[in-house]
């Protein structure tokens, strides 16, 4: 359990109000308000959460892990830069031009930092999923759906892989209250890495968690592909010649054909008199062979033989050996030409199939990637400073580093302070909500404290970060091993 909020809590009769969001609810003794985030403790205001500290000194896993200071703890106080205070659990204060919960300083490699730490309240706030799949998952801009409520879309496809854009104000604010609800549930579900299922509207179900294998329609996604069916070409050209006559690998947006791309070329193979459907496009890549699905090569087609025309009789010749595979090697055949021309199934060589193995071999791990993506606009500013556009100019300038829950974070370039953080580098649980509906979550402004001064930061609010670090309600842990640490050089900007 956290330490007395430092926002004002006002009695009334046994309650106490929470004035740390817009909802001001009043919190009878022992229960908490409506976001789970406080409560009224004995007729105090608490932040339920632990406040969470990143403290590089201990010994560092995979992940983010408490760390049980014990009955033998020295009493320690790590601060300068071992220490790191995230706003995960800090709290908010509201209306915004209060100061931020925390604002803290420590001597960083003989600089005087100061991190001024809050949980942001967003509306503004979404996610970006990137699904490892090749199938087809639905049409662009078609809607997202969670209990049959609209809380994003499909939006374009990236290299290998299907892309959501969920969440947002529209959702969160411009629809039905349903709507704003759920989109806010399925996002914070989704930021603390749990699963979510999604059913998107003329394509697939989806079930999706931060670091996980993507589920398309109850079955669990195993590999993305190894490149377009062209580049598959590209890749493996070399490794079929002399093995096989042809090679045709399938692809929903590129499919590959060896003897006409510019690979089979350089490699002197010859015309095999194939014809394709679809719309050919440069020599050897052709379009729109087929319909997206859940088939080869995220078509829809189940015999591969249906994106082949008639052989061309005066080019292809009986007993001609043609290889078709898909850009993920899940699926194979290998067929020879009777004296029809026509192509005939047979058992793929032994000295073939370890090009099929090493396209598989190639294909990476399918994942779900969940990016959060936030704008702290023009209000949460003010809890740094008095003059809100001097903080957005100093993070343009690279002066003042942005974090969320100490991990980096990418600020888009233009105007304002939007940001993108894999939820993944965030600690566990570290995002919440109000039921505005709004997303909570940490960031964190670390700049040199004459700069915080200049920006017209709330200098009166300073503290040393080892009197926040020694409170009871700080959770100290290693933090992750896999991402700069919020403090070091390196990881400025
Ligand atoms: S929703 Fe949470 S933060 Fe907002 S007033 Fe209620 S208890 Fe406080």
């Known amino acids: 359990m956290a330490e007395e909020s430092t926002i004002t809590a006002r009695a009334e009769d046994d309650k106490i109000r929470c004035d740390a969001c817009p909802v001001m609810c009043y919190i009878r003794p022992g229960l908490t308000g409506a976001c789970d985030r406080y409560a009224n403790r004995d007729g105090e205001l608490i932040r339920v959460d632990p406040?969470?500290?990143?403290?590089r000194t201990l010994a560092q896993g995979g992940k983010v892990v408490p760390f049980d200071r014990g009955g033998d703890w020295d009493g320690r106080l790590v601060a300068g830069g071992e220490a790191?205070?995230?706003?995960?659990?800090?709290?908010?204060?509201?209306?915004?031009?209060?100061?931020?919960?925390?604002?803290?300083?420590?001597?960083v490699n003989g600089v005087d930092m100061v991190t001024v730490v809050t949980e942001g309240i967003f509306s503004y706030a979404g996610a970006k999923v990137k699904i490892d799949t090749d199938r087809f998952i639905?049409?662009?801009?078609?809607?997202?759906?969670?209990?049959?409520?609209?809380v994003g879309h499909v939006t374009t496809s990236e290299y290998g892989s299907q892309m959501l854009s969920l969440g947002?104000?529209?959702?969160?604010?411009?629809?039905?209250?349903?709507?704003?609800?759920?989109?806010c549930e399925a996002l914070l579900e989704l930021c603390n890495g749990k699963a979510v299922e999604l059913a998107i509207d003329g394509g697939a179900t989806l079930v999706v968690q931060a670091g996980k294998a993507p589920i398309v329609n109850g079955a669990a996604e195993a590999r993305m592909r190894v490149g377009c069916g062209s580049a598959t070409i590209g890749m493996f050209a070399k490794q079929w010649h002399g093995k096989v006559d042809e090679v045709v690998v399938v692809d929903d947006h590129i499919t590959g054909v060896l003897s006409e791309h510019q690979a089979g070329k350089l490699l002197g193979i010859r015309d095999t008199g194939i014809r394709m459907k679809g719309r050919r496009s440069t020599p050897g890549r052709y379009f729109q062979v087929a319909e997206p699905g859940l088939g080869w090569g995220g078509t829809n087609i189940s015999d591969p033989l249906s994106i082949l025309g008639a052989f061309d009789a005066k080019l292809a010749w009986p007993g001609l050996r043609l290889l078709l595979v898909s850009t993920t090697g899940e699926h194979y055949g290998y067929y020879v030409l009777d004296e029809h021309l026509v192509p005939v199934e047979t058992e793929v060589p032994a000295d073939l199939y370890p090009s099929v193995e090493r396209i598989r071999e190639n294909c990476e791990p399918a994942l779900s990637s969940v990016l959060f993506m936030a704008g702290a606009g023009g209000s949460l500013r003010a809890g740094v400073t008095e003059n809100p556009v001097r903080l957005t100019r100093s993070v343009k300038d690279s002066i003042t580093r942005v974090t969320c829950g100490g991990a980096p974070v990418y600020v888009w370039p233009g105007g304002g302070i939007t940001f993108m953080v894999d939820v993944t580098h965030v600690p566990e649980n570290g995002f919440g909500y109000v039921p505005t509906p709004a997303l909570v979550a940490p960031i964190e402004f670390t700049l040199p404290l004459a700069a915080y001064e200049a920006l017209g930061g709330h200098m009166d609010h300073v503290r040393p970060a080892a009197s926040v670090i020694e409170r009871e309600a700080v959770r100290e842990m290693a933090p992750f091993s896999d991402i700069p640490w919020p403090l070091s050089a390196r990881s400025q900007g």
């Open 51 to 55: 406040h969470i500290v990143l403290d």
């Open 84 to 107: 790191f205070v995230t706003a995960v659990g800090s709290g908010t204060t509201y209306p915004d031009y209060k100061p931020a919960p925390f604002i803290v300083s420590a001597e």
């Open 138 to 150: 639905g049409p662009e801009q078609a809607a997202v759906r969670v209990d049959g409520e609209a």
């Open 168 to 183: 947002g104000v529209h959702h969160l604010t411009g629809g039905s209250k349903k709507e704003g609800r759920v989109t």
